[in-house]
């Protein structure tokens, strides 16, 4: 079939908030052909997306996104890696490149699943797609009494594992983040497995993590996630020496396979957590989960936004029996989960598993779509590049 | 005095053709405060880096550039570095932003140099300008014997150094590749220095590139420059092992310091080429250079564009006597040209020194501008984030 139309969808809440919530917008993007259609989403910054998929070239490697899909033939996996290829090379010199073709590779994918009746990981080469250990994914609490009551509530919806992350941590000292890590193990319970995120705070001062790794442990933190910059790899590394118990996780920023492998290699982290809305979609998601496997290091999913970013993220190691965890996104904004008519319940066992449906298997809710939407206009010399699509085809 | 406002213009040659000629379009950015105006450019895809001064915030860490710029004050360069920062952690999730700041970053320092009557180079700490031997940067000829041609001419407009980069290298096979080395030795003589470019040809496949090296070798090649994906460390460090002659040169795609921290420590290039428009401006490039000549690498600057971006990107080594080679745009599109009434001269000499002037010390023509000048104009529900500024204030 030929990719006949690519359609982007900015959605926002009406209040977007500094928090690091990254549900409060959404870029959906709506691919078609043959008849069919698939949905995916890009992650992060959505208007700056849409201009990286319609902007004029700037010479001949830094074409718009647009250039090496629009028209393309999609009969098959390796039609997504042509085409993935010559994004990489056409776009080299745009930087947002990855983030606009991860959206618009998950619908490809999606489509071709449609097409053929196969779910996306069984067109990636797995014969089973394995439940994982859905974790549940806040922020923590702005005090600690807070993060208890998040942790309890986490539990009482019937998870297994809770991860914690950003907020206050590093922005004071060491002992309130202290009462922070034990309030949130105390309101999970002692059986439960307890995740702490950082957010990059401490750049690349070895020190200032390495002065919480006691706590980390006393609190029995299964993982330190983001202590550093994404590219402080030698920061990475110091860490991860001096954390035998306490594994590194990161990765979410990865916006290319290399990355995520040199935080591999380089890094030391013992988990690996790829967003396939920045990546550059599923593919390179899978290839870095072939990479883990081979090194031993345990590949997770970041998802942050709905259930269709949760499909798409799951669908690269749905096949992998022995990496469980699943990050899962506990309390999104109204529009992260009403985008989708499909969900992953994961109340009671705390189980997920990519479904066993054509392409992703989540349904958009396109009229519950319309009140997020936002109308965007981009035009260079009178022409409109870009006008907001209609959401009915 | 407060940065009172920072105005874009996109400028783009009539027709815009797929070489990989980066001079086809820009985009320049004004900053005023305090009486005073500062000049820089973002290298690649000026709608997009635009779109991320301008987005609405996604979230705490997803917020547009110019949240981080716009009403701060600029007094010294700490203040630079603390606008850096912010950007570099709350738009940590929107990848466009360090091409955006990086023209910002520019624009400040050519304005705290004008307020302070201080080149660039001397608020950065260097008490000397030291001249570079320029090198005619131009595009391989379709035929060896074009590139002949263009050797010879860069050779009598006084270039004592010459680089030929991408067009048909690694397209056809290795006698085609080597016809053009040889061509481009004979147009220089023996005594000019040739240094090739492949523009990523090779991706990472190390067997491709490591074939040419004997031909590299044979026409006394001083570097061979990006033969792979920006990210491919472990190809850069094989090939780097089976090339002891010619050095590897790379480093142009760095949009942030660890990368081009990564190309050195881990993929054991020769010589590390910033380009201050896209690695996040002037500071960046600094920190990069210190890093070099602390591992006994060489700092190149990467230019393809104007004179404006050639004199920032200049001042980061302006200082290191020992540094010498500098990328000099050699047949620029007219626009690149003409957007600046000063002008570096390499002839004779072929020598080019960061100017002993404020701030940058490069003025813009602005009347020259005017027919490059692109109309664009992006909203968002009907409120218009940019529409192209006047040029005149």
Not at 238 to 255: D, F, I, N, Q
């Amino acid at each position: 079939m030929k990719i006949e139309a690519v359609d982007f969808f900015y959605l926002a809440m009406p209040q977007i908030t500094t928090e690091a919530d990254g549900s409060q917008d959404a870029l959906l993007v709506r691919v078609a052909g043959g008849g069919h259609v698939g949905w995916g989403e890009c992650e992060a910054s959505p208007l700056v997306s849409i201009a990286a998929f319609v902007c004029p070239m700037s010479h001949g490697v830094c074409r718009p996104v647009g250039a090496a899909v629009l028209g393309e033939t999609l009969d098959g996996p390796a039609d997504i890696a042509r085409i993935t290829a010559r994004v990489a090379y056409d776009s080299m010199d745009l930087l947002q490149a990855p983030h606009t073709f991860s959206g618009v590779e998950m619908a490809l994918w999606d489509l071709l699943g449609k097409k053929t009746s196969e779910p996306v990981w069984r067109l990636l080469g797995y014969r089973r797609s394995f439940s994982k250990q859905a974790y549940a994914s806040q922020l923590f609490g702005d005090t600690s009494q807070q993060t208890f009551e998040r942790a309890q509530s986490a539990r009482a919806a019937g998870f297994s594992a809770v991860k914690f992350g950003w907020g206050p941590i590093g922005r004071t000292d060491r002992q309130a983040d202290r009462e922070q890590f034990q309030a949130a193990r105390e309101g999970l319970g002692r059986e439960a497995t307890l995740l702490v995120d950082v957010g990059q705070i401490w750049k690349d001062d070895v020190e200032a993590a390495a002065a919480r790794l006691s706590d980390l442990e006393a609190a029995d933190a299964l993982w330190l996630e983001e202590p550093f910059s994404a590219g402080a790899l030698s920061a990475y590394a110091a860490l991860a020496k001096r954390s035998p118990k306490v594994k590194l996780a990161g990765g979410e920023a990865a916006h290319n396979v290399a990355m995520a492998e040199h935080l591999m290699l380089y890094g030391g982290v013992g988990f690996i957590q790829i967003d396939s809305g920045r990546i550059g979609g599923i593919a390179p998601s899978k290839k870095v989960a072939d990479y883990a496997v081979a090194r031993g290091i345990t590949f997770v999913n970041h998802t942050f936004t709905s259930h269709l970013a949760l499909s798409a993220s799951l669908q690269a190691y749905a096949g992998l029996e022995n990496h469980r965890l699943c990050e899962f996104p506990f309390a999104p904004k109204p529009l992260a989960y009403e985008m989708t008519a499909d969900h992953f319940s994961a109340d009671g066992s705390g189980e997920v598993t990519a479904p066993d449906r054509p392409g992703l298997g989540i349904e958009i809710d396109v009229p519950k779509l319309r009140p997020y939407l936002q109308k965007v206009e981009i035009t260079v010399n009178d022409q409109i590049l870009y006008q907001t699509p209609d959401l009915v085809t």
